[in-house]
């Protein structure tokens, strides 16, 4: 019992996370009134620019959206969690604004998988961090490898229209490859700023907020300070 209390207040916002993405796919009548649509601005609908992340084309697109975004956003809450909780909020609305106001044609869009691309420029930034303290020279190649990696998944995508490493989920739903691009350029916007003393400042204040409501909560002393 002890062991499952810990792990929850360790990992309760990624399993919100979670339980939020399963419920919204197995009430697929209300899957519509979620997802971002040509109506979103026009009409005012401004919860959809969250909400569209919740929701999915199939069983197989939540899935594939949904296991990595658990893996990584679970690595990331025991590092920093309100980082997390700015990384989903800020991931989701620009990539929900960038894809109504320059690839409408993109629209309707549902899907998890450009804040996935968030969450991992930001695990990949406390992991190489982690590794640059034991093994700096190879921490800068492993750093080296992820961006590289990164700009050509951007390009290739760009360039083909197609997502890479991801399925044909059903006819006619294409995957929004523009929200992959987004996802990353936050993600990076993000890391940088986690490194500047004002938003680390935020970040810990919050931190001793949350402590005295619950003292099991606990955030890494250097992860958003600079070295």
């Not at 083909?160 to 992959?180: K, S």
Request: glycine share 6%; proline share 5%; aromatic share 8%.
């Amino acid at each position: 019992m002890l062991l499952m209390r810990a792990f929850l207040s360790r990992h309760g916002l990624t399993l919100s996370l979670g339980m939020m993405v399963l419920v919204a796919g197995s009430l697929q009548s209300i899957n519509r009134a979620l997802e971002l649509s040509a109506s979103t601005i026009p009409t005012g609908q401004w919860w959809q620019l969250l909400t569209a992340h919740l929701v999915h084309w199939s069983t197989a697109h939540t899935l594939w959206d949904l296991l990595p975004t658990l893996l990584l956003a679970g690595y990331c809450e025991r590092r920093c969690r309100p980082l997390l909780l700015v990384s989903l909020l800020i991931s989701s609305v620009c990539i929900s604004l960038n894809i109504s106001l320059h690839h409408p044609h993109l629209l309707p869009y549902r899907g998890l998988s450009g804040v996935t691309s968030t969450l991992f420029i930001i695990a990949g930034y406390w992991f190489i961090k982690e590794w640059h303290a034991l093994h700096p020279r190879l921490a800068r190649i492993l750093g080296s490898l992820g961006v590289t990696a990164v700009l050509t998944k951007c390009i290739a995508e760009h360039l083909t229209r197609a997502p890479l490493f991801a399925p044909t989920f059903a006819d006619g739903i294409q995957v929004a490859t523009p929200a992959h691009a987004i996802g990353f350029l936050v993600g990076f916007i993000l890391v940088v700023a986690a490194e500047f003393p004002l938003l680390s400042d935020i970040l810990c204040t919050y931190s001793r907020t949350i402590r005295r409501f619950n003292p099991s909560f606990h955030i890494q002393k250097n992860s958003a300070q600079r070295h």
